[in-house]
């Protein structure tokens, strides 16, 4: 575990990117942004996720109705929708989500998490159980010339977002 | 976005660690962590989270009590309880958790995610306001000399983790 200022700069670096290439994301790329998500820790190691990777532009377009800020999921070529296979550990989703984007980041793929809104919908179009949740998708390709991080409000100032020993505000 | 297989290879060795080093995080480590907090994504940008810092071990007894498998925090010179400032989004939750692991990992230092099972009791210990929920913590600290990955049952194949275009079972 030594230390990597670089790397350290990469995580900070990571943001959602809206605007893709239209090549397909090579095999090789794509098993390695899953393999990350595999990886990733969850608690008790329950694993309790699995992803459907999606490439047909139509089957994109179903999921993508399921939500109001979808528009990354049409234009990239492969969008990844997270399924949680019980009710809890949302959290868990979380992490498996970031890791894939920043594993996405370190192999120069571009990436943008989506919600879907409609999530009973997107778990009918996708043919999964009822039970498991298909709330959260990330659209994945590798960017566009022209891509740039989305317009975004710069962050809370660390006084606000960090609190010593008990909560104040 | 310039490949970088060295911080996927470290994406993909994150393990959490539970044993750590006496010594306190320093300061500007702590910050650097928080700072990649502070800069994870959020749908919408809401970033409706915050982070409690507690070095105070008698502090940190009480939070660990909250839970039942939070003996790293016990043993961890700082432990971070991640704030939910919303009923919502425990997904982001889960997305900043990952980041300050991983960041952490860049700057040399272990961690080790917490669940903090009883959330309502960790929430009136830490005094933050009904409505918010607190049951994530992260135990960080400078791995001890003998640490190593906690026992771990490995990963479900591939073709559990991954369905195609729909979900299979």
């Known amino acids: 575990m030594e230390p990597s200022p670089e790397l350290y700069r990469m995580i900070l670096r990571l943001r959602a990117i809206r605007e893709y290439k239209p090549e ?3 095999e090789p790329d794509l098993l390695a942004v899953l393999e990350a998500g595999r ?3 969850t608690s008790k190691n329950r694993q309790d996720w699995s992803v459907v990777v999606i490439r047909d532009p139509s089957q994109r377009d179903l999921v993508a109705a399921c939500g109001d800020f979808t528009d990354p999921i049409r234009r990239a070529p492969v969008a990844l929708v997270l399924v949680q ?4 550990y949302e959290f868990d989703v979380g992490r498996v989500a970031q890791n894939m984007m ?4 370190a192999l120069g793929i571009a990436s943008c ?3 879907l809104h409609r999530s009973e919908e997107a778990r009918q179009v996708l043919g999964v159980p009822a039970g498991k949740k298909t709330r959260y998708a990330i659209a994945l390709g590798y960017p566009a010339d022209h891509a740039g991080p989305a317009r975004r409000g710069g962050r809370k100032p660390v006084t606000s977002f960090v609190h010593q020993e008990r909560y104040q505000r």
């Open 39 to 41: 990886w990733t820790g």
């Open 85 to 88: 296979e019980s009710q809890h």
């Open 24 to 26: 397909p994301v090579e």
């Open 102 to 105: 920043l594993a996405a980041s």
């Open 113 to 115: 998490p989506i919600t």
